[in-house]
């Protein structure tokens, strides 16, 4: 009895040691066979200079990423894809998923974000999900893929999540995540079995294209025995956590292609932490929300701009000395006639608070605005028809009547990216001035291109500190006042074209020949008009 109490004794204290120090199991691993053709030490991929002649198998969480938790991105399905309390249950269940184990609490948290949601309507993995894909990637990951010639990956996501960023950002020929079940159109919130997974990595592996080329794997010790692929690989480099842990962010600058749309309505990347904050700051949300909409419509400026900055909202101004004409003449053959600002666009608050900032009562022209954000806007705002003529007709008319705001980008863009202006506004008016606006949040987007754009202003005011920067530059001559003698542009697209970079330099944004319908045709899957509407 003692012998065998010993025994068991012995047996404890070794697995609770193996356990307390894991790392010491992978050490004794990676030790074995790293003198071994199969399984190397990750950091020495780096040096190889023949990956371009090989084909890639890696495993995205835990060779890409640096980050192994999913919770992030299925937060994110619920939020955009579901609604709030969707969220909200997924929260509460989080603690569950991960007492129950990895395959279990997948199942779980696939249940509750995609249960009864529409596969035709499902955007969240093309629209949202890149953007916080790209902000995990690690730069030392990024570099090996990127020399590979061929690329598998594979996911414990779904493949709705994860397919969309894979192929458009990193050009990965084949793309392995779970497939999910779906009755009549609509996700069931199921994950198929694993034995239609291994059906499609028998058929990669039988692919004549990546079996040409040498195999090498990619992944952590945990997940080397994961996919049968991985048999098929003559090398399998192994990941430590504690690298993953030092990998540094990979740069914008170095993205395979630019970020320069996304969706949703969450600007943080909801981690659990993130999101308690996030689900405790809701309440009092809606309150300064309200407050601040109360005090922007109602008030007068003297008495708007103290209270909005007591409720954390901050707006900063400068301006040129000389802001209104080039020459600082009036014109006299129209005196009478207004000036036309042009901005960039960030929120359908933008031509509000350059009115508050300037203490001036604009009107606004606007390509869309929802019919509940114009009867509550505080200055007067006019819908462009997208009929060349009429709109221009209508802006002269305005002009003659007041000073103008318009932001010809048409729709709002949310990076450091200035979108194509339309040309129109250069001949409406002598004098232009380029206004340069930057907006900051950091929980809601104050923007939608798939969402309620009602809602949108409401969004921006629910953040705890919103921010914006106004710049006013120098003015720039409208066409009627171009002369040979000028340095300035000769044409509508070249006025256009100078004010857009201008705003662009003030901004340090970069400026990009997209439009409102390559925004629309990314992210909402059309064209972001109406049948009716036609583009001016």
Request: charged content about 20%; some cysteine; glycine content about 6%.
């Amino acid at each position: 009895m003692l012998s065998r109490a010993a025994f068991f004794k012995n047996l404890f204290f070794f697995f609770f040691k193996q356990f307390r120090h894991p790392k010491c199991i992978y050490r004794s691993f990676s030790n074995v066979n790293v003198g071994q053709s199969k399984y190397q030490k990750h950091p020495s991929l780096s040096h190889r200079s023949d990956l371009s002649s090989k084909t890639l198998v890696f495993n995205v969480e835990e060779a890409l990423l640096r980050s192994s938790s999913m919770f992030p991105y299925f937060m994110l399905v619920a939020f955009e894809a579901g609604s709030i309390f969707r969220a909200l249950i997924l929260f509460l269940l989080y603690p569950v998923t991960l007492l129950v184990g990895e395959e279990v609490g997948l199942k779980i948290m696939v249940f509750l974000c995609f249960f009864g949601i529409k596969k035709d309507s499902f955007r969240v993995g093309s629209a949202v999900l890149p953007k916080f894909f790209l902000e995990d990637v690690g730069l030392e990951a990024f570099e090996v893929i990127q020399k590979g010639g061929r690329k598998v990956a594979f996911s414990e996501f779904p493949q709705p999540m994860i397919e969309s960023f894979l192929r458009e950002y990193f050009e990965i020929d084949c793309v392995v995540g779970r497939e999910l079940k779906s009755i009549h159109g609509y996700f069931v919130g199921l994950i198929e079995p694993r034995e239609e997974e291994m059906i499609a990595l028998e058929e990669i592996g039988a692919d004549k294209k990546i079996a040409s080329h040498d195999m090498i794997g990619i992944t952590t010790l945990d997940r080397s025995a994961d996919h049968q692929l991985f048999a098929y690989c003559k090398e399998i480099y192994l990941v430590r956590r504690a690298e993953k842990r030092s990998w540094q962010s990979l740069p914008k600058d170095r993205y395979p292609r630019p970020l320069i749309f996304h969706d949703g309505r969450l600007a943080l990347r909801p981690t659990p932490l993130a999101t308690l904050a996030l689900f405790m700051w809701l309440p009092f949300a809606f309150t300064i929300a309200l407050i601040r909409a109360v005090a922007g419509l109602t008030l007068p400026y003297y008495i708007s701009f103290p209270l909005l900055a007591f409720c954390g909202f901050r707006v900063t101004m400068s301006e040129t000395k000389n802001p209104h004409t080039l020459s600082g003449k009036e014109d006299h053959r129209n005196p009478k006639k207004g000036v036309l600002y042009v901005c960039n666009h960030r929120t359908l608050l933008d031509p509000l608070y350059l009115s508050f900032t300037l203490k001036k009562n604009f009107t606004a022209v606007t390509y869309s605005l929802s019919r509940v954000s114009e009867m509550l806007s505080p200055i007067k705002t006019v819908r462009l028809t997208r009929n060349r003529d009429r709109d221009s007709k209508m802006m002269e008319e305005l002009l003659s009547q007041g000073d103008l705001v318009i932001c010809p980008e048409g729709t709002t863009c949310r990076e450091p990216y200035v979108l194509r202006f339309s040309p129109l506004f250069s001949e409406m008016s002598d004098d232009i001035i380029p206004v340069a606006l930057e907006s900051q949040v950091s929980m809601f987007h104050g923007t939608t291109a798939g969402g309620l754009k009602c809602l949108d202003p409401l969004f921006f005011l629910m953040n705890p500190v919103p921010c914006y920067t106004i710049r006013v530059l120098e003015g720039v001559s409208g066409l009627s006042k171009i002369n040979p003698e000028n340095q300035c542009p000769k044409s509508s697209f070249d006025v256009a074209n100078h004010v857009q970079s201008e705003i662009g330099k003030a901004l340090g944004f970069q400026c990009t020949n997209l439009t409102r319908r390559d925004k629309y045709l990314i992210l909402a899957g059309n064209e972001g008009i109406s049948g009716s509407s036609k583009k001016s």
